[in-house]
């Protein structure tokens, strides 16, 4: 596990086992993307796929034109992929002199219809692509009239100045394309390669959040990812014993959040069931729920604002206590602006 990337500004890692590399989540550019590969050692063409937690932007800043970049497949819940989708692809507003416009073009196309009904038949051809024209120059249908507009995730690598091609002409057609798209859903293994794969349900408001247990069929060897999640139901439990490597979020301390400079509104979601695990949360479940047999915790997913590295360390290894040695146990803190130490086992 090479943790590329853990914050509110971006998050990255990738798996990689027996010859299958696989990227979990594209939060950072993905010129940044490259360069964090670089730093890490990875080769991004040795890359197989492309797995997303969620859809929120630091989960997927960079997607498209990573995906596009590398031609490789991404793995979505399918309701993760529609909100994506929709976050991406632009919307425009209707003015209401656009509006009338559109209902005169409506009248004069219901006319040249009807005036096509007593036509000779070589006429409907040139009436049909009258009317194809006036929808075109409508530009939006009534039912579209008056919705707001909506955020483009606009990655400002321009395609990395990449030289035009089939790809490159579909994106800028639809931000969304992507080469290829393969569902799962959340309770059902998968495989990619060599690597078995159980994504699981995690509590966060977003569509369809999961996190992810890697299990390699060649060797006895798991590792899991639980980030973005408001706290640690049965199932996440469950998911999370017997793992070798475990990736869990450690966001906030409470104090500083209460304390600190978000809205009120900011601070009651990171609060919520459906928000963000904090320092005690976490600790609570490393000391109550947590087996003990790992490898190696990394606490992730630090908040900038509200939290500090020496207090998600210390209620850790407090909750740990006496389990940690230099064969198991082993406490690391992943950051958001440099790539974490590849954690081999």
């Known amino acids: 596990m090479t943790v590329l990337a853990s914050g509110s500004r971006g998050n990255a890692l990738v798996i990689a086992a027996a010859g299958t590399r696989l990227l979990v989540d594209a939060g950072l550019s ?12 990875e080769d991004p063409a040795q890359l197989d796929a492309i797995l997303i937690t969620h859809e929120h932007l630091d989960h997927v800043a960079g997607l498209a034109v990573l995906a596009r970049r590398l031609g490789i497949p991404v793995f979505f819940t399918e309701a993760t992929h529609r909100a994506w989708v929709r976050m991406v692809r632009p919307r425009t507003t209707m ?15 219901r006319a040249a219809e009807a005036a096509g009904m007593h ?21 939006l249908s009534l039912q579209e009239a008056g919705q707001g507009s909506a955020p483009v995730v606009v990655d400002e690598d321009a395609e990395l100045d990449a030289a035009p091609s089939a790809a490159v002409a579909k994106a800028k057609a639809d931000p969304s394309f992507i080469p290829a798209v393969e569902y799962f859903r959340a309770g059902q293994s998968f495989a990619i390669g060599a690597i ?15 996190g992810f247990v890697f299990h390699v069929r060649s060797e006895s060897i798991r590792m899991a990812v639980a980030t973005d999640l408001g706290y640690i ?3 996440v439990k469950s998911a999370l014993r017997n793992v070798d490597v475990l990736l869990l979020e450690s966001n906030h301390d409470l104090e500083m959040l209460k304390d600190g400079p978000y809205p009120w509104s900011v601070k009651q979601r990171v609060l919520s069931r459906v928000g963000h695990l904090s320092n005690t949360a976490c600790a609570e479940f490393l000391m109550r729920d947590y087996d003990g047999g790992a490898h190696t915790i990394v606490l992730g997913h ?7 590295p020496e207090l998600a360390r210390l209620a850790a290894e407090q909750a740990i206590g006496g389990r940690m040695s230099l064969l198991g146990n082993r406490l690391l803190l ?8 590849t954690i081999c086992l």
Do not use: M
């Open 196 to 210: 078995d794969i159980d994504p699981f349900t995690i509590p966060h408001d977003a569509a369809d959040p999961c």
């Open 302 to 308: 630090l908040s900038e604002q509200n939290n500090l």
């Open 119 to 139: 036509a000779p038949a070589h006429t409907l051809a040139a009436v049909a692509e009258d009317e194809d024209e006036i929808q075109r120059s409508a530009g």
């Open 233 to 235: 139901p049965p199932n």
């Open 334 to 341: 992943a950051t958001q602006d440099t790539p974490l130490e």
């Open 95 to 109: 003015t209401y002199a656009k509006w009338l416009d559109h209902l005169q073009a409506e009248k004069e196309a």
């Open 30 to 41: 993905c010129r940044e993307l490259l360069r964090r590969l670089a730093l890490a050692g």
